[in-house]
């Protein structure tokens, strides 16, 4: 049966892509990268991880447009996106493809464009397999290497984006003991000012895994706005060692 599958590729670093993860991609006939406008005409942030954990593969990697102009909402460019996205793959089954990976930064579970694609797909076309194989995300990332736990004993996680609004932004301060903020790059400054309003630390992690890789303690967070690929990860107040069990 014809399968599609979304395959989480991790925050940057090649070498956290999963086991699994290399498998399917060294057995895909076809692997569609996401590329967005600020990728241009190199590759994105999904293929550059994806040719450095699996060099071999690179004959087999299909580019997709994915617009990133629109950042709320399903406008015209991003319903365009979807369909263009949706047709390539269609097309590469057409052509013969038995196993078509789509590859996305960090989770395809996690604010990923995987789950559009999947839903474009299997309206269009009847009989095609879904799977998905997860990838480490980026909260992850950032809490292992600023060695900072996530949670411990009864604390709660919250993940936001950014984009949520200002209430919801500002309630999951006071509902979580950790809280990780995600597509925070241009309401840094916002964010920063909120969570010391609350009397709240927590870290700014840039470039997770990358080359240029900067974690910074939100007290001295001094920045109008954030790369896209930044992580606000709030932590919580722990007085002693198990102090929540």
């Not at 014809?2 to 498998?23: F, M, N, Q, S, Y």
């Not at 879904?130 to 292992?144: D, K, N, R, S």
Request: glycine letters at 12%; aromatic letters at 4%; proline letters at 6%.
């Amino acid at each position: 049966m014809p399968t599609l599958i979304g395959v989480g590729v991790g925050p940057g670093d090649p070498e956290l892509l999963t086991r699994k993860a290399v498998h399917v991609l060294e057995c895909a006939d076809v692997i569609l990268v996401p590329a967005t406008e600020s990728s241009g005409d190199g590759p994105g942030h999904a293929e550059r991880i994806v040719v450095a954990g699996c060099p071999a593969v690179v004959g087999r990697i299909r580019r997709i447009p994915f617009s990133m102009a629109e950042r709320r909402g399903v406008g015209a460019e991003r319903r365009k996106s979807w369909a263009a996205s949706a047709q390539a793959t269609i097309d590469a089954f057409q052509a013969g493809a038995g196993l078509v990976v789509f590859a996305t930064v960090g989770d395809p579970s996690v604010y990923s464009t995987f789950s559009y694609l999947a839903d474009h797909v299997r309206a269009a076309v009847p009989g095609i397999a879904f799977e998905v194989v997860p990838g480490i995300t980026a909260m992850q990332a950032l809490a292992a290497e600023s060695l900072i736990p996530l949670v411990e004993g009864q604390e709660t996680l919250a993940l936001i984006p950014a984009t949520a609004g200002d209430e919801v932004v500002a309630a999951a301060l006071d509902a979580s003991d950790a809280v990780v903020y995600y597509k925070g790059g241009r309401r840094l400054a916002d964010l920063v000012a909120l969570i010391k309003r609350h009397g709240r630390d927590g870290v700014l992690g840039v470039n997770i895994g990358l080359e240029g890789q900067m974690i910074t303690p939100v007290s001295q967070v001094d920045a109008d706005q954030a790369p896209y690929f930044s992580t606000l990860l709030v932590t919580p107040r722990r007085t002693a060692t198990g102090g929540r069990l």
